[in-house]
T-cell receptor
Framework: KAGVTQTPRYLIKTRGQQVTLSCSPI?????VSWYQQTPGQGLQFLFE???????NKGNFPGRFSGRQFSNSRSEMNVSTLELGDSALYLC????????????FGAGTRLSVL | KQEVTQIPAALSVPEGENLVLNCSFT??????LQWFRQDPGKGLTSLLL?????REQTSGRLNASLDKSSGRSTLYIAASQPGDSATYLC????????????FGKGTKLTVNP
């Protein structure tokens, strides 16, 4: 069974641009969550989607948004990039039934110059 | 607000040593606790998940314990090997509707041959 796939693995953008990251969950998993990891703040929750609906949102500005498609694939968008958005963005999937193990992808490393 | 703390931030041990990593959380109303491993530049690998009603979980050389009332968990690694070198992260899911994981900042473990 294929794991969680995140694309692209690396991105370099400049301030003010926007970026879209993609996450394909494990087959059959309906829940996708996104996390931001930085050296200073560690891992912080961005949002969670279940069956195309956002169920939870972390404490991030409105520049961070996401969506989930009918096949459970999810995208995360960051508009008007700032230097502080440089981070490893991780996606996690789980089956959605009960609070069970979350499986993480390898992440997308975003560098904002 | 749930906060998770991991001590120590870094640990260096010789191969073969048994070791304990510590995790504490401020709100005992958790649903479960997970231990993850992260290799440099990679995503997270789930090691053990302990439900709030459980006291411990074991997988191979790993044993995780949970004391919900005192807000503590430990990860015991027996007979450490150089391949165990990684950052170990502890995360809790709070009781209630949210599925988000609240992470500690991790313990960076180095096992020297």
């Amino acid at each position: 069974k294929a794991g969680v796939t995140q694309t692209p693995r690396y991105l370099i953008k400049t301030r003010g641009q926007q970026v879209t990251l993609s996450c394909s969950p494990i087959s059959g998993h309906r829940s996708v969550s996104w996390y931001q990891q930085t050296p200073g703040q560690g891992l912080q929750f961005l949002f969670e989607y279940f069956s195309e609906t956002q169920r939870n949102k972390g404490n991030f500005p409105g520049r961070f948004s996401g969506r989930q498609f009918s096949n459970s694939r999810s995208e995360m968008n960051v508009s008007t990039l700032e230097l502080g958005d440089s981070a490893l963005y991780l996606c996690a999937s789980r089956s959605g039934s009960g609070k069970n193990i979350q499986y993480f992808g390898a992440g997308t490393r975003l560098s904002v110059l | 607000k749930q906060e998770v703390t991991q001590i120590p931030a870094a640990l260096s041990v010789p191969e073969g040593e048994n070791l304990v990593l510590n995790c504490s959380f401020t709100d005992s109303a958790i649903y479960n606790l997970q231990w993850f491993r992260q290799d440099p530049g990679k995503g997270l690998t789930s090691l053990l998940l302990i439900q709030s009603s459980q006291r411990e979980q074991t997988s191979g050389r790993l044993n995780a314990s949970l004391d919900k009332s005192s807000g503590r968990s430990t990860l015991y690694i027996a007979a450490s090997q150089p391949g165990d070198s990684a950052t170990y992260l502890c995360a809790v899911t709070t009781a209630g509707g949210s599925e988000k994981l609240v992470f500690g900042k991790g313990t960076k473990l180095t096992v020297n041959p």
